[in-house]
């Protein structure tokens, strides 16, 4: 079956410019994940759905960054003002559920940004 | 605080060999550990998942190993193959609300032909 797919796979910007990223997870998934990938380093979570609910913001690293997941499925990660160190692969990952369900993570190929 | 941490960077093996990848972990209150192969280009890849009421869960070719007394976690693969190159992450549950993982920096395995 289809895994979860993130576009657009790469991205050029300048920095100041506002980006969109979108993630489509794995159909029947309720739990969807975004973590962020810097140059040779481990993964850094940022926000978590589980289905419609209001995610905790508390893991984006700056009030530039903010998320939305739409009818429970489709999730876009959108980065305002886009500055160097936004520079990563933005990674989305989706379970069949979340929270304390330990259900393994599934990842998507990721979307590699790079801020001019 | 919680943190995952791998004790070799890098790892280079002979094919055909076994391949064992180590990872510590801090937080003795993680009850959910996950391995994860990425290859150049392309997110992570689920290999094999242990609960912490287990300490040890076998696969296709590759075994976890559970050691909850010391918090260590090992990924071993048999007959290790030049397919088998990447780099592997070991990431744990961060035990919060969210079940979001805590990831190691990985460690780089090469398979010399």
């Known amino acids: 079956g289809a895994g979860v797919s993130q576009s657009p796979s790469n991205k050029v910007t300048e920095k100041g410019k506002d980006v969109e990223l979108r993630c489509d997870p794995i159909?029947?998934?309720?739990?969807l994940y975004w973590y962020r990938q810097s140059l040779g380093q481990g993964l850094e979570f940022l926000i978590y759905?589980?289905?419609?609910?209001?995610?905790?913001k508390s893991g984006l690293p700056s009030d530039r960054f903010s998320a939305e997941r739409t009818g429970g499925s489709v999730s876009t990660l959108t980065i305002q003002r886009t500055q160097q160190e936004d520079s990563a692969v933005y990674l989305c990952?989706?379970?069949?559920?979340?929270?304390?369900?330990?259900?393994?993570?599934?990842f998507g190929d990721g979307t590699r940004l790079s801020i001019l | 605080g919680e943190s995952v941490g791998l004790h070799l960077p890098t790892l280079s093996v002979q094919e055909g060999d076994n391949s064992i990848i180590n990872c510590a972990y801090s937080?003795?209150?993680?009850?959910?550990f996950i391995w994860y192969k990425q290859e150049s280009g392309k997110g992570p890849q689920f290999i094999i998942d242990?609960?912490?009421?287990?300490d040890k869960r076998q696969g296709q070719r590759v075994t976890v190993l559970l050691n909850k007394t010391v918090k260590h976690l090992s990924l071993q693969i048999a007959a290790t193959q030049p397919g088998d190159s990447a780099v592997y992450f070991c990431a744990e549950n961060a035990g919060g609300s969210q079940g979001n993982l805590i990831f190691g920096k990985g460690t780089k395995l090469s398979v010399k032909p």
């Open positions: 159909s029947g998934h309720t739990a």
């Open positions: 759905f589980q289905g419609n609910s209001a995610p905790d």
């Open positions: 937080n003795s209150a993680s009850d959910y």
């Open positions: 242990i609960r912490s009421n287990m």
């Open positions: 990952a989706s379970s069949l559920a979340g929270g304390h369900s330990n259900q393994p993570q599934h």
